[in-house]
């Protein structure tokens, strides 16, 4: 698969995730069992009728008298509404918003209220600037995160963070392909084997895998961000801050930074499965590399 291939393949997938965002609703609908997603408005279950899962982003779940939730009611955003009779089988959620019940309402698990004045802020700066706002906190926790890992392996495995970072520079291309086949990779797995007693014991360790994997990424991403930007030789820790700083930067820009932070990182996480975590240098890869081509093509007379 070439690389034309790759980003035809990539807007495919962004071009169904915006199609989601902006129609804003999903339903399920399998034998009996009704599910129902909306986005950026209510989700009303009418009198009598009868669903399964109802999830509201920015919105109220409200079901009306004798309505009837099986399992759970979740808004996020929003508050869960129950009218007199009404019933929910499982739980009732309600992050940024309440839970309210009518005389004669039933919840048959727990109610979960999380957030709730933060109703104010969703009234004050709307749906698409909530989620903005949380998006970037989240990034910039992460970041911070990633920031104080990297200060300690830097004094640590100063050597393999080096060697990772050469091969994003070498190698990118290769990085990227391996980065994007180990998110593949990972979830066919998981999907494979989820439910079996394989799974059960295997499925930890690869995710735990993978997420030491993505962290040495995402600190050898930082390391080579700064490294672009000072061209002049420095002690890797200066680098290494002003990549973080470019990076938090990026993430406040909406919907794009968070895009953006992703497919770097992926590049990152290629290459330390590409360097073998640090240690295999460039060079090495590269030999390697046209070796197997050497191999691969078919011999001349």
Do not use: C
């Not at 990085?175 to 079996?196: D, K, N």
């Not at 390391?223 to 002049?232: C, P, V």
Request: glycine share 12%; proline share 3%; hydrophobic share 55%.
């Amino acid at each position: 698969m070439n690389w034309q291939r790759i980003k035809k393949l990539i807007l495919v997938f962004v071009a169904a995730f915006l199609v989601i965002m902006i129609t804003g609703v999903a339903v399920a609908q399998r034998d009996s069992e009704i599910q129902i997603f909306k986005m950026g408005t209510d989700v009303t279950v009418q009198e009598k009728q009868v669903m399964t899962d109802v999830v509201a982003i920015g919105g109220n779940v409200t079901i009306l008298n004798e309505g009837q939730v099986t399992q759970d009611a979740v808004a996020i955003g929003g508050d869960v509404i129950l009218k007199s009779n009404a019933r929910i089988g499982g739980d009732a959620v309600a992050i940024g918003g309440q839970i309210i019940k009518e005389p004669g309402a039933m919840i048959g698990g727990d109610e979960v209220v999380i957030f709730s004045n933060a109703g104010v802020l969703l009234d004050r700066f709307g749906l698409v600037g909530m989620t903005y706002l949380v998006n970037t906190a989240f990034s910039l926790i992460f970041l911070s995160v990633i920031f104080a890992f990297g200060m300690f392996l830097l004094f640590l495995l100063p050597g393999h963070l080096q060697i990772i970072t050469a091969t994003m520079h070498q190698h990118s291309f290769k990085s990227g392909v391996w980065g994007l086949g180990a998110i593949v990779a990972i979830t066919l797995f998981t999907a494979l084997f989820a439910g079996s007693v394989f799974g059960f014991l295997l499925i930890p360790l690869v995710n735990l895998a993978f997420a030491v994997a993505g962290l040495l990424g995402a600190i050898a991403t930082g390391l080579w961000i700064g490294k672009k930007i000072l061209a002049r030789r420095e002690k890797p820790f200066i680098p290494f801050l002003l990549g973080m700083l470019v990076l938090a930067l990026i993430s406040l820009i909406p919907i794009v930074g968070g895009l953006i932070i992703i497919m770097l990182n992926l590049f990152g996480l290629g290459a330390v499965l590409l360097s073998r975590v640090g240690t295999l240098q460039p060079e090495t890869i590269k030999s390697r590399f046209d070796q197997l081509e050497s191999l691969t093509q078919p011999s001349e007379g």
